[in-house]
């Protein structure tokens, strides 16, 4: 399957991402932020994981400036 980076998993249920999950984990180095979002993406997917709100929209801003990346994923079993 693929998803456009920063394209929001699961459902969006306020509360729900651990503290690791939370979008204040980015890399320090901003050329490392797509590859970044699209593997968070992908995790997310692929665990039919889901994002609050703060994380879903922390996704959409940083993924507006990876519009080349695709996310590439296979769904857990």
Sequence with gaps: MRHRAGTPAGN????TGSV???PEWM???PEAHCRYIGEWTATK??????????????LAVYAE????TVVHYTPAL
Excluded: I, K, N
């Design 12 to 15: 969006e249920r306020a509360g």
């Design 65 to 68: 400036a990876c519009e080349t």
């Design 20 to 22: 690791r999950g939370r």
């Design 27 to 29: 890399p320090p180095l």
């Design 45 to 58: 997917l692929r665990w039919g994981l889901s994002v609050d709100q703060a994380e879903a929209d922390a």
